[in-house]
């Protein structure tokens, strides 16, 4: 299994517990996170290798991630495991799980890639490189079924874990906040170098909320200690040491739920606020040459937010590139600290999405996988590949 993002991380977890529960003694080797690690997996190289942000800052780390991907290939075909599952980081994942697959091993992608949302090349190497794709999404099951691709509608598993009406005064309490208090959730991102680019822009974005709103307390959920170091970093330099914030090593769902309104980082943070019905509004602001690369490569959806996508309109505000100020910003967030109704509206769009999504993943993933893992023996049971071989199938 490989994957790259504190996300991917997640998902990759999940998968490992659901197939270790039913398939016991099964071994996961490959690159993953604190998660995935923690919930078996034996992780060669460390995630942070693969967790770059935009095309410009992958070329500075190009010939790093080529090495891995290189000694990646050389160890799986010199030891073929049962099964490859590439974990979304398509840009990584596809050409390796294509070598694979050229010579015999099995390989799965967990998170389909965007192909709904580009020219249709990549349609064609990910129906070279994978014997199935589990789609987190309905709506991509019938353009990469059309594309003659495998693939299974599995759900997303934070829409099974988390509950449809959180308890925000009990986030509150967690943190001693009142519920007299408005609180912001800030969430720049979860790498370093997201923190790097974006910090700046949301401590001048909480300055101004702070001139404007009374009694108001930012929440900053941060993955991990270089993140938290550099944000701090960031306070120093700018002088904001007086506002009224609280800087947390984790904890993101909690934050978000005990938010009024959540500032984050176009990426997976915007579906976990809509799972946690949150209001909110989602920024970007990548390099120049990033950003004219990917128009290059034909973005196609006027929106780039999950659940704007998943709604197939604007629900929530994307305030991007150079609209990306911290004056539109802040006043974004004050206008929807302040309109009830589409903060309702918003919460409405955010249960259907949730129900859409809420799919029992950990089962499915399950009977999606070990159909690929077993063969039948003589007597038509399914076992794993070592006893199949035992057993002369």
Do not use: C
Not at 34 to 58: C, D, F, I, N
Not at 134 to 150: T, Y
């Amino acid at each position: 299994m490989v994957a790259g993002e504190a996300s991917g991380d997640t998902l990759g977890a999940h998968l490992v517990e659901a197939l270790s529960e039913a398939l016991p003694g099964a071994q996961f080797v490959g690159i993953g996170g604190p998660k995935m690690q923690a919930a078996g997996l034996e992780s060669w190289y460390p995630a942070e290798t693969l967790a770059v942000r935009g095309y410009v800052e992958v070329l500075r780390h190009l010939p790093e991630i080529l090495r891995v991907r290189r000694e990646l290939v050389r160890r799986l075909l010199d030891e073929p495991p049962d099964l490859f599952v590439g974990v979304d980081a398509p840009d990584f994942n596809l050409g390796l799980e294509e070598k694979l697959r050229g010579n015999g091993v099995r390989t799965v992608q967990y998170v389909a890639p965007q192909v709904w949302a580009w020219r249709s090349h990549r349609v064609h190497q990910l129906r070279r490189a994978v014997d199935r794709v589990l789609s987190l999404f309905p709506f991509e099951v019938p353009l990469l079924e059309q594309a003659g691709v495998a693939v299974s509608f599995v759900g997303h598993p934070l829409a099974d874990l988390l509950p449809e009406l959180p308890d925000r005064q009990a986030a509150r309490e967690q943190f001693r906040l009142s519920s007299a208090q408005t609180v912001v959730a800030l969430l720049p991102g979860s790498r370093v170098s997201e923190v790097d680019h974006m910090g700046e822009l949301f401590i001048r974005t909480a300055q101004l909320i702070h001139r404007q709103v009374r009694n108001v307390h930012f929440l900053v959920p941060l993955q991990s200690r270089p993140t938290r170091s550099l944000f701090e970093q960031r306070l120093y330099q700018l002088e904001a040491q007086e506002l009224p914030l609280t800087i947390l090593f984790g904890h993101a769902h909690m934050a978000m739920t005990a938010a009024d309104s959540v500032l984050l980082a176009s990426g997976t943070a915007s579906l976990e606020a809509a799972l946690l019905k949150r209001p909110m509004v989602v920024t970007s602001r990548l390099s120049p040459m990033t950003f004219a690369l990917l128009k290059r490569r034909g973005y196609e959806l006027p929106y780039v937010s999950l659940p704007n996508i998943l709604a197939g309109r604007f629900v929530v505000p994307e305030i991007l590139q150079e609209d990306a100020t911290a004056e539109n910003l802040a006043q974004a967030v004050i206008n929807q600290l302040g309109d009830k109704v589409a903060r309702q509206a918003q919460e409405r769009v955010f249960q259907d999405l949730h129900r859409s999504l809420r799919q029992n993943t950990r089962q499915k993933v399950v009977e999606a996988i070990v159909p690929l893992l077993t063969r039948s023996d003589r007597t038509g049971r399914l076992v794993p590949p070592a006893a199949a071989s035992a057993a002369g199938t």
